[in-house]
């Protein structure tokens, strides 16, 4: 049996806090364009859905260590873009490679097994099962023995780690064994950006995570946005909300109809010029 | 700790158990108050023959009711568990009453059994991939196999009872142990205690209601979303199978009727139970008190001389009367 394969079985740990740079050659943290390799590049990428063209040839990087934001009108192909990385849908053409290797997703499993983590637009939380349960939804740690070999679950084991985990990026007030049907909407907006952040070992990608968020809800979305960071991950953070972008990224990419139009340095970019690009018009000329 | 303290903390846990079991408390006090009511008023009802043969006739719907549940855990619905169960006993009947085994009882038995089990692991393996891969909602694909199903059995046995089973097998079916106790409902009762185990317990039926709760998360949290629900159908056709060969123990033939009105009933069983037919929810302690409760009440009815065609009328009421309930409940903020 190979490791990958013991590990589907029988699930795995949660990994452990790793300092900035460890896993790669990774210097401080970042404060404009990365000099970092490459862990993420779509050459070609092109996506339809029936006749509407979602994604027409797209090219995309993202270096480790890095926050990307990620900006469009509606309909720009954000969200696609989303799919096609985190395996939910297969690219029509196009390559993704991921450390220079390049990789074709089966399922979002394999996607997950690369390291990628997604937080997708709609929370993607199970609201009749736990926040452990969640959390380890999908890498279940199974029993030792016989029982494991069973299919049966170590409840406790999860509910540990859960908490430690959640203790580790700062979210001590979510109890690991509260159903998440129960928590408020801001909490369980937390948790769903909390589970991949807890997993994240090469990319992290946020659709929209603080839709629906209070201001301090916000504010930790973002503070998590930068733990994530300072361990040497990727982020691919996306968002309506120019100023949050513009507050945590790095770098920004803007897309429109399906295309990349325009990259960015945080620093040296204004909203106005975000919204020209994304809306293909000059914000001055409108004014 | 102070005495204060502990009794606080004693009192405080008591309340959050009672909380997350009110559901199980609620119902078990149903069935203690409907055994004490029929206990008064219907004649003989907890003699040990009523007692015995109320447990016999919950093995069918229980059995089913398992099947069930896993089903609508994962926001599905099966109506074609009794359909399934007539086919499976039919087929068993058949193959047992063949004498491949050149008169010897056990190898006849055994094959009716294996065979059973495989025409209702087919049949459910036919509902998951209609389901998955036909993308038919669960409702059309198993009210497809409810006339499949059905009507196979009436071609198999063109509308006979299926004689010539081996002896021994109504006997195994009927034999009383320990008083209570017959081989249909001790096989009913490990059913459960391992339905409860894999339910609750293990990653099958924590992905089970993960795609009940919420499919898309399932989906992108890596789970197999289509080949589990696969999996959910072909187990409740196994189950729905081993109802079918438990049936024809009892009857000690295969009765091409059987089945007929017991997807009603194993629903209601589930429904009662507390099980939400949007997925996501249910217990099988619920399904077993749900199945109790049918149970109960139907045996009652007769023994206080409520004419027997009335069964289906009180299941409908039940299941509308405990739909009701929860939706209260559960806008009370359970």
Redesign the interface.
């Known amino acids: 049996m190979s490791a990958d394969s013991r590990q589907a079985e029988h699930g795995t740990d949660i990994p452990a806090p790793e300092g900035p740079g460890s896993g790669g050659p990774v210097g401080p943290a970042p404060s404009g364009v990365s000099q970092e390799r490459i862990v993420l590049r779509l050459e070609d990428v092109s996506v339809r859905y029936g006749a509407v063209r979602a994604l027409g040839g797209v090219n995309f990087v993202a270096r480790q260590g890095e926050v990307v934001g990620l900006v469009g009108d509606n309909g720009a192909g954000k969200s696609t873009m989303v799919k096609v990385i985190a395996g939910t849908i297969t690219p029509e053409t196009g390559r993704i490679f991921v450390d220079d290797v390049e990789r074709r997703w089966e399922s979002p499993h394999a996607a997950l097994a690369a390291g990628i983590e997604t937080v997708f637009q709609d929370g993607g939380l199970a609201p009749h099962l736990s926040v452990a349960s969640n959390l380890f939804l999908g890498r279940e740690i199974l029993r030792d023995g016989i029982l494991g070999r069973m299919g049966f679950l170590n409840q406790g084991k999860m509910e540990a780690q859960a908490e430690q985990a959640l203790a580790h990026i700062g979210m001590t007030r979510v109890p690991p064994g509260a159903g998440v049907g129960r928590l408020s909407g801001g909490q369980r907006q937390a948790v769903a950006v909390a589970r991949p952040v807890v997993w994240a070992r090469k990319i992290l990608i946020l659709d929209e995570p603080t839709n629906h968020l209070g201001v301090t809800e916000v504010v930790e979305v973002l503070r998590l946005v930068r733990e994530v960071r300072s361990r040497g991950i990727c982020v691919i953070f996306i968002s309506h909300t120019l100023p949050y972008v513009i507050d945590v990224c790095d770098r920004i990419v803007t897309m429109r109809l399906g295309q990349v139009v325009s990259d960015y340095r945080a620093a040296e970019v204004t909203t106005d010029q975000l919204v020209s690009d994304m809306t293909g018009s000059s914000v001055a000329a409108s004014l | 700790m102070t005495n204060v303290g502990f009794r606080a903390r004693s009192v405080g846990q008591a309340r959050r158990v009672l909380e997350r079991y009110a559901q199980e408390v609620l119902l078990g006090g149903v069935l203690v108050a409907l055994i004490v009511f029929f206990s008064i008023f219907g004649q003989g009802f907890l003699s040990q023959i009523n007692i015995t043969g109320i447990g016999q006739s919950a093995t069918e719907t229980g059995l089913l009711a398992i099947a069930e549940t896993f089903v609508i855990v994962t926001g599905g619905i099966d109506l074609s568990v009794g359909a399934i169960l007539g086919l499976a006993g039919v087929v068993g009947a058949k193959v047992m009453a063949t004498n491949i085994g050149g008169g010897v009882p056990g190898v006849d038995i055994g094959a009716g059994i294996v065979v059973g089990l495989l025409v209702g692991g087919a049949a459910g393996l036919a509902n998951g991939f209609m389901v998955v891969r036909m993308k038919l909602t669960p409702f059309v694909a198993t009210l497809a196999m409810l006339g499949i199903a059905g009507g196979l059995t009436l071609v198999l046995t063109d509308g006979l009872t299926v004689l010539g089973t081996p002896a021994v097998v109504a006997t195994m079916g009927n034999q009383v142990l320990a008083g209570y106790f017959t081989i249909p409902i001790l096989v009913t009762i490990v059913a459960f205690v391992i339905g409860a185990?894999?339910l609750h317990?293990?990653?099958?039926g924590?992905w089970a209601?993960?795609i009940?709760?919420?499919s898309?998360?399932?989906?992108?949290?890596?789970?197999?979303v289509g080949r589990h629900v696969i999996k959910v159908y072909v187990l409740a056709g196994v189950m729905a199978g081993m109802a079918g060969l438990i049936d024809l123990m009892r009857l000690g033939t295969g009765s091409p009727l059987s089945g007929v009105n017991s997807n009603l009933t194993a629903i209601a069983a589930v429904v009662i139970g507390g099980a939400s037919l949007f997925g996501?929810?249910a217990t099988m302690t619920g399904t077993v008190l749900g199945t109790l409760i049918l149970s109960v009440v139907l045996s009652g009815l007769v023994l206080t001389g409520l004419q027997p065609f009335w069964e289906t009328v009180v299941t409908g009421i039940l299941i509308a009367g405990a739909v009701g309930v929860q939706q209260l409940m559960r806008g009370n903020g359970r």
């Open positions: 185990l894999y317990y293990s990653r099958f924590r209601f993960a009940g709760s919420n898309s998360a399932a989906a992108d949290a890596g789970i197999p996501g929810v």
